[in-house]
């Protein structure tokens, strides 16, 4: 057993630090404008984080998945917008289209995406779809040469700056989840719309659209997989996904405990710093045990994938543990501040508020302990 990292690791976390300074100066202002960072976009996609796991065959920088939460975590720490940014179009669609696209596929989809030159998103939400995924009411009728593609899908990140879309949909109801498909969508095919932008509690800057699709023509060289693979697609991305979440959570959980620990020594209260107070030495203690065990779990979960091992499991308990770290301990960061942890300027109220969702996309902390459960009693 080894925790050390490997010096190629040491150098894309360093690499992300640096990065992250970038991003710190005006995160305040990108999250009260909820505005989508496309500059910092493109810088990621110059520094290869936009296909960092993706084979350098296919335009990305061929790094494992423990290089992608290191620099995800590094992010996150500093704003988890972009963050989920990232994560959404690694993890979600340049993964999936790597592991299971036709050469075609990749040759005209992955490598711009991988090269950062295009944005892709998820599609697998609805309005009456969340955790039930599998109940989905978007059609994709196979009409032959292609699908003729209905229906809504709610939430969807990177919904509006994207560019090519991964839809999940029905073509076989009588089959339930073997039914299910998932087809590759451009932005600007006739017949799909983008809702309006939501306008969200945290993850300001990130985007979130409805996506509603009318008689959208979709060749069928655009499905991905065998027909009726499209459920057991999405939820092998997902398992993915949730050590892409959870590394932004471990983020989040981290950027709060630095801002905390450096503002407890600066502190003074009846003459001392305030972490000289036994009652703000144990929060700090806790923080640190706990967003420990949170980055163990997270890197055990991605050591687990770049071993080629099943990672479902890991992949759920790290996305669960440390969301619910990311909430508590962004609360705390913010009760270490007093009242200047409850305005703007201090960083910890934008972390609270970027904790909550970690605990619902993704899978919700209910559905994380669902999928845990049933490997358990397998
Ligand atoms: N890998 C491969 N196959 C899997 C699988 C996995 N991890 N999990 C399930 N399957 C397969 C099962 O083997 C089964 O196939 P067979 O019938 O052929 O055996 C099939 O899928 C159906 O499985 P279940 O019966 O377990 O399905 P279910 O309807 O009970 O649902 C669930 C299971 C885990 C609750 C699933 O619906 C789920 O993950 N829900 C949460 C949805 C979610 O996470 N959405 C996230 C949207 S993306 C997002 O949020 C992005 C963002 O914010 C940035
Ligand atoms: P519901 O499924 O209606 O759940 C409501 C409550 O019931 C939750 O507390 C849930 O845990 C609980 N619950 C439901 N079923 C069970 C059960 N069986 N046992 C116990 N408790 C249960 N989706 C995408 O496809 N792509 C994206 O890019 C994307 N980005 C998102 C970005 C944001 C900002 C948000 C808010 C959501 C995003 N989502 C995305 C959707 C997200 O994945 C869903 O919101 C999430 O899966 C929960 O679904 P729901 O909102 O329909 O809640």
Redesign the pocket.
């Known amino acids: 057993m080894n925790f050390e990292l490997s010096e190629e690791h040491k150098m894309i976390r360093d690499a992300a630090r640096e990065f992250a300074q970038e991003l710190k100066k005006e995160v305040i202002q990108r999250d009260e404008k909820a505005e989508f960072p496309t500059e910092f976009i493109k810088k990621m996609g110059d520094l290869g984080f936009m296909g960092i796991m993706t084979s350098e065959k296919y335009g990305g920088a061929g790094m494992d998945a423990q290089a992608y939460v290191l620099a995800l975590e590094e992010i996150a720490k500093v704003d988890a917008s972009t963050a989920?940014i990232m994560s959404?179009h690694n993890s979600?669609v340049l993964w999936g289209l790597e592991a299971y696209g036709t050469e075609e596929q990749k040759q005209q989809y992955l490598v711009p995406l991988a090269k950062g030159e295009k944005l892709g998103?998820?599609?697998?939400?609805e309005p009456e779809?969340?955790?039930?995924?599998s109940s989905q009411h978007t059609t994709a009728a196979d009409m032959g040469d292609h699908y003729l593609l209905n229906g809504t899908?709610?939430?969807?990140?990177?919904?509006g700056n994207a560019d090519i879309y991964l839809v999940?949909a029905q073509t076989h109801p009588e089959l339930g989840h073997k039914g299910i498909n998932v087809l590759i969508v451009e932005k600007g095919m006739a017949g799909f719309t983008i809702g309006p932008k939501?306008n969200?509690l945290g993850?300001r800057s990130?985007d979130?659209h409805s996506l509603l699709f009318t008689d959208v023509v979709v060749p069928k060289a655009n499905r991905i997989g065998d027909d009726g693979f499209g459920f057991r697609f999405a939820m092998k991305t997902l398992d993915g996904g949730r050590i892409g979440i959870a590394a932004q959570a471990l983020g989040i959980a981290a950027g709060a405990y630095d801002l905390a620990l450096a503002y407890s020594k600066e502190r003074k209260t009846f003459g001392q710093p305030i972490s000289a107070h036994q009652a703000i030495q144990f929060k700090l203690a806790d923080m640190e045990v706990e967003i420990e065990a949170a980055r163990l779990l997270t890197y055990k979960a991605a050591w687990t994938k770049d071993q080629g091992l099943p990672y479902g499991k890991e992949a759920a308990m790290a996305k669960l543990h440390a969301s619910e770290v990311a909430m508590k301990h962004t609360i705390e960061a913010i009760q270490i501040h007093g009242g200047y942890g409850y305005v703007k300027e201090y960083h910890v109220e934008r972390l609270m508020r970027d904790a909550k969702?970690t605990q619902?996309?993704?899978?919700?902390?209910?559905?994380q302990r669902?999928v845990i459960a049933r490997e358990i009693l397998r």
């Open positions: 989920v959404a979600l998103a998820f599609a697998l939400s779809a969340g955790s039930d995924a899908k709610n939430w969807i990140t990177n919904g999940v939501e969200k993850i990130s979130t969702i619902i996309y993704e899978g919700t902390s209910e559905i669902l």
